[in-house]
């Protein structure tokens, strides 16, 4: 106990990035509280029991409100998902808030089958919680939570009504839930009360043992995500294929497209709406090993979507990879991506890790400055550079909607920052804010790795128990140049709230609403084949000018009548010297609306 204490008190004095921002947001002091810790068991006459110990330590965590930073518990809790057999979602329904059963999961001892012959299915309304009101139990519940601003406690509330991992939480201090509810088919005012006792998922230990994030081991270090979140996540989606006895596939049945990467994109389709047809893409994890194969997946898919416009829904996605997130955004917008900053905490250790590492040199001398100039944090520098940002260009022309919600964090909190302050398209939200986890998340063996400290930071903590912590902090660029995601989250253009259609019909108003802003949005395209060794196809729609450019040289300017055009391009051979990639923009009334590229060698 003494050595996890004493570590913790290491790595948040040392390392963690946002400590002088939760020092002054919520007026905790952590350092204090692990101090006082770390006295009460070095007292020769204290005993502390297992359970108090770690409620005290997870307690000391969740004060500061941040995701990326907790306590993980050692075995058997790392490996262990608790959880009551459905899944609860909000919804309006006549203008009344309501919580909705929307999925049902395993059978068994848990109580559902007793309670399926009572009318409890999918659909019903739940009003009370063990006698509470339902909306009072979840206001308790969320109060509890680690979301870092109203709107993330909110949803992380909901969700471990009925789903917990005890890597960062104990087990539920109740047996069982007495849940009152409204069935479908009755009255009104009828009422129905059944009993559902915690059930427990297990998962492979050995794939607990340094966390759930799939990233190359060249890549540990770029990582953004709520670890909780993928790994609750990861157990719907196995218990729905437990209920459901059908593959992965079978979750989406009537899909258009099935892709290669079900676990990242669930659903990809085209919508018929009254507005009309639309693509869309349900991306559910940024958590991919590499970046490179995510996005040609997703060039695969969206290339064969409606091109009259696209939802992108990024709903309850804990992040992963950062450069996964980030290189994304080039795909959809024919503008140059501005990459997010990071920054460490200005401290002896970060210093070391500068100096150490050629992967952190560039932060060094910003750092190193902090002795004169008192300064928190380091200067930012991004994780994914602008070329890499922009290597591959524009590959969905059309208008695009964003759907977010207050589970979308870390990575997927950076995609979305990004889709507004590039201007990429419209931001549907079904919450006030984003998740707000703004910070590149180190699991402890990392940490402990580049630290080289074994004596403070020990390659092995006792019963492998484990700390992730957030070490650089994000600020935005763009429209909100500066500005800090963490706590503030990113807010929609467009607030929705869900109705029950939503919950129990996948999402048909939702999508109905992304539908009316897309079909109010002009489209375009611009292509370019090769015809010869020297010529080339233009063709346009909606365009009005076109420029081309071999490498960064300018090569061609045309002005173009009508809706459509069609053009041929003419380049002198030596013009091609040395040149690998031709270039076309796509102009509207002076605004840069679609972008495209051709390979030359």
């Not at 089958?113 to 409890?120: P, S, T």
């Not at 309850?316 to 996964?324: K, T, W």
Request: net charge positive; glycine share 8%.
């Amino acid at each position: 106990m003494r050595q996890l204490v004493a570590t913790a008190l290491d790595l948040v004095e040392r390392l963690y990035v946002h400590l002088p921002l939760k020092r002054s947001m919520y007026a905790v002091n952590p350092v204090q509280r692990l101090r006082l810790l770390h006295r009460r068991l070095e007292s020769a006459n204290s005993t502390l029991p297992d359970r108090d110990f770690y409620d005290d330590l997870l307690n000391t965590f969740s004060e500061l409100r941040d995701l990326h930073t907790t306590f993980i518990l050692p075995e058997p809790f790392r490996s262990t998902t608790a959880y009551l057999p459905f899944s609860i979602e909000p919804c309006v329904t006549r203008g009344k808030r309501e919580f909705v059963v929307s999925h049902l999961f395993t059978e068994g001892e848990s109580g559902l089958a007793a309670a399926e012959e009572k009318g409890f299915e999918r659909g019903v309304v739940v009003t009370h919680w063990n006698g509470v009101e339902i909306a009072r139990a979840v206001a308790a519940n969320a109060s509890r939570e680690l979301g870092s601003n109203p709107a993330a406690r909110r949803a992380q509330g909901i969700a471990s009504m009925t789903i917990r991992w005890l890597g960062q939480s104990l087990p539920p201090d109740e047996k069982w839930v007495d849940v009152t509810y409204r069935p479908r088919r009755a009255r009104r005012d009828r009422r129905e009360t059944a009993r559902f006792e915690w059930q427990v998922f297990q998962q492979d230990r050995t794939a607990h043992r340094h966390g759930v994030a799939k990233a190359a081991t060249r890549l540990r270090h770029t990582i953004g995500m709520d670890e909780r979140c993928e790994v609750e996540r990861q157990v719907r989606r196995q218990l729905l294929r437990i209920r459901s006895k059908e593959s992965l596939k079978g979750l989406d049945p009537d899909s258009a497209i099935v892709s290669r990467m079900q676990d990242v994109f669930p659903s990809c389709r085209n919508v018929v709406t009254p507005a009309g047809t639309f693509g869309y893409i349900r991306i559910a994890t940024f958590n991919v090993e590499r970046d490179t194969p995510f996005l040609r997946e997703f060039i695969r898919l969206v290339k064969r979507l409606s091109q009259k416009g696209l939802i992108i829904d990024v709903r309850g996605n804990g992040g992963g990879l950062i450069m996964a997130g980030e290189r994304l955004l080039q795909l959809i917008t024919p503008g140059p991506i501005d990459p997010v900053r990071f920054s460490f905490l200005n401290t002896p250790r970060t210093a070391r890790l500068a100096a150490n590492y050629p992967l952190f040199h560039q932060w060094k001398a910003s750092i190193d400055q902090a002795v004169e100039t008192g300064t928190d944090f380091s200067q930012g520098f991004p994780l994914s550079t602008a070329a890499r940002c922009n290597d591959i260009g524009q590959q969905y022309q059309g208008p695009v909607v964003l759907i977010t919600d207050a589970l979308c964090y870390s990575t997927t909190d950076i995609f979305a920052a990004g889709f507004q302050d590039h201007g990429i398209g419209t931001i549907l939200g079904v919450d006030p804010a984003t998740g707000a986890g703004g910070a590149n998340v180190w699991e402890y063996a990392l940490i402990s790795e580049l630290a080289a400290d074994p004596v403070a930071l020990p390659p092995e903590l006792p019963g492998d128990a484990s700390f992730r912590f957030a070490v650089r902090r994000v600020t935005r660029v763009g429209t909100n140049t500066g500005l800090p995601l963490e706590d503030l989250g990113v807010r929609p253009d467009i607030e929705y709230r869900l109705t029950r259609r939503d919950v129990l019909e996948r999402n048909v108003d939702l999508i109905d609403r992304a539908a009316r802003i897309l079909n109010r949005q002009p489209t375009q395209r611009l292509t370019v084949t090769r015809t010869g060794a020297v010529t080339f196809r233009i063709e346009t729609t909606n365009i009005h000018v076109v420029d081309a450019y071999l490498g960064h040289h300018p090569v061609g300017h045309r002005l173009l009548r009508g809706n459509t055009g069609k053009y041929t391009l003419s380049l002198p051979r030596r013009a091609q010297a040395g040149r690998s990639m031709l270039r076309l923009e796509g102009f509207r009334n002076d605004r840069l609306v679609a972008a495209t590229r051709l390979r030359l060698q």
